[in-house]
DNA sequence: ATTTTATGTCACCTGATTGTAATATTTCTG
DNA sequence: CAGAAATATTACAATCAGGTGACATAAAAT
């Protein structure tokens, strides 16, 4: 999957180069001005990596990350800045830096930092994947398949991802517009009746001898989960 | 717990120098002054961090790295360098490294750097090169051989890589993507299709009669062991 | 430099999965 | 109860995912 990287640098020519040689080598790129925005960011996107000016309009930037890192987000952090004094070095280390490079930088040298720090942090993110329960039912996403009453039934990937959201929303009726789009994602002319015949064919996994009525028909909506 | 750190120098002084500096931050450390022993040692003890200089007696010392990488051995490393050169920090990426310090440097600063490294890769280096067992499978990292009920097989790089990673996360299914970004670490632009071409050699090595079911498959997720 | 080995890609095959359309059944309304 | 609308069921074709063997290139060994 790309790698997203997130850019807050107030000189706009800088901002663009980096930009622009992020992109080439196939990230993700998110560009800033300054910091106002950072925090939504952060909460909304999965970021990889922040390269980050120290010398902002709103805040230095070693502050800025010092702050994140109380809040506990721990996003790999590359500074680039225009002061390469010991102290400035260190200090943003002190910060919770993982690098530090000077201004006026090579950018081949900065992409394999880029590089080199995305390595070892990416491969810290091992994905745990929460199991989902209801009822009787344990759902395994991990293996894709479903425990039910100590039957294994395996599901297939569709199968999957509809129990899941149905589980999820359990409660609430979900249309199948809604449906197609969360599960059928980004596929174009899938028709409404797919739902229908999906639903069956997953009712028919869970609850072969159909008397356990885990997911509701709702007339003239869609479907639920009691 | 306490973090082991191997530094290589072929300048006395500036190996006692940096073994007395890591020391009094409260690292182990192990220190030589050529890279004679280094595999050995690798072998044998937890290493969380290689300090590396690049002009050694024996090897050029990214070269060293180089071989290191090649042979799956994924410690961090921080290379030490006479050298300034934007070539010579570069190609020292190229070859594996994690961070780059040219002489003289700031001992705090190298301190700082160690540290930021040790942080991002403390969780995923965590294991000796150690050997790992499976059933009736016993997988030699070192000389990248598998014994099956004492049958020894040979494997070819790609092959270890593959297999310890299954191993170690046996019970967990390891998608493509996973995988790709593991055991094909950097490379760009191979498909996900090379992974079941990979899975199936490696199969057809630890299982040639294909009636053990070691490696299962999970239609449409990817691949785990158990 | 030559030979061998390792590995990525491709084409093809198989079986599983899934969308659709045709038909049957249920549910709702009057 | 009849008729219409919605949903369920079934069958079938298209697609897809994964396995397999062949081949070409890259890497390693000699």
């Given amino acids: 999957m790309q790698e997203h990287i997130l850019v807050v640098d107030d000189d706009n020519d800088v901002l663009e180069l980096l930009e622009y040689t992020l992109r080439s080598a196939g990230y993700d790129v998110l ?3 300054n910091t ?5 960011v952060l909460a909304q996107e999965r970021i990889d990596l922040i390269l980050m000016d120290r010398s902002l309009p709103d805040i230095e930037g070693s502050l800025y990350v010092e702050m994140l890192r109380s809040k506990n987000i ?3 952090v590359i500074f680039l800045s225009g002061k390469d004094s010991q102290e400035e070095i260190k200090s943003a280390f002190l910060k919770g830096a993982d690098d530090y490079m000077t201004k006026p ?20 993110t091992k994905e745990v994947v929460q199991n989902l329960e209801y009822k009787d039912i344990a759902l395994d996403l991990n293996l894709q398949k479903v425990r039910i009453q100590d039957q294994d039934v395996s599901l297939t990937k569709l199968e999957a991802a509809l129990l899941k959201l149905l589980i999820q929303n359990r409660g609430r009726v979900l249309d199948r517009e809604y449906l197609l789009k969360k599960v059928w994602k980004n596929s174009q002319n899938i028709h409404q009746k797919t739902v229908n015949v999906a ?19 709702i007339r003239g909506v869609g479907y639920m989960m009691a």
Same sequence: chains 1, 2.
Avoid: C, M, W
């Fill in 74 to 76: 721990n996003i790999p």
């Fill in 199 to 217: 639903i069956k064919r997953l009712k028919e996994k869970i609850d072969p001898s159909n008397n356990k009525e885990y997911i509701k028909t």
């Fill in 31 to 33: 560009g800033f001005l």
């Fill in 36 to 40: 106002k925005h950072v925090r939504e």
């Fill in 105 to 124: 930088f090579d950018v081949e040298e900065l992409l394999l930092r880029v590089k080199a720090v995305l390595r070892r942090s990416n491969s810290q």
